[in-house]
């Protein structure tokens, strides 16, 4: 397996506009997990779903975030309207019955 | 809102030389992981501790797990260059699969 694949690796975008952040987990893994990484607030748990159900979104900022997974191995995260204090890296990761987290390489996230 | 504290946040030191970094929470975990992440990566799970008390080790690296299951340290001795990196504590509650994570040490070693 490839591992964890998030797209595009860096974003560069104007405040105001629409960022979609993308994301296959690994095959046969039935959680996903959306987390952002500043250096100021370390690793957040924003969003993370179960068998394509969102289970928890408590660590979402805002109404500007949204979360989707339409199936088991495709899911986004979408900002709109983007603002500066959004620049991060926005990781994606997954993990089965053993707990592990297996990580995407990030999506480096730059609001201009 | 279960908080992880990590200390320190920073450490330099030389190669050779031995450290501890703390994992410290008011919470009770059912079980803790330790990570590492290099720049421009994800995490990397390096150990998983279930029982309080438990001891694991991997290489020159020696990860304990409080007895009450709110604290972990990682041990590494002899630090490498090698060893570079951001070192991440997260821990699970009960039977959901959310991880907290640590607030993170980040470890610089050189030559």
Known sequence: ?112 | TQLLEQSPQFLSIQEGENLTVYCNSSSVFSSLQWYRQEPGEGPVLLVTVVTGGEVKKLKRLTFQFGDARKDSSLHITAAQPGDTGLYLCAGLTGTASKLTFGTGTRLQVTL
């Open chain 1, 1 to 112: 397996d490839a591992g964890v694949i998030q797209s595009p690796r860096h974003e560069v975008t104007e405040m105001g506009q629409e960022v979609t952040l993308r994301c296959k987990p690994i095959s046969g893994h039935d959680y996903l997990f959306w987390y952002r990484q500043t250096m100021m607030r370390g690793l957040e748990l924003l969003i993370y779903f179960n068998n394509n159900v969102p289970i928890d979104d408590s660590g979402m900022p805002e109404d500007r975030f949204s979360a989707k997974m339409p199936n088991a191995s495709f899911s986004t995260l979408k900002i709109q309207p983007s603002e500066p204090r959004d620049s991060a890296v926005y990781f994606c990761a997954s993990s089965s019955w053993t707990v592990e987290a297996f990580f995407g390489q990030g999506t480096r996230l730059t609001v201009v």
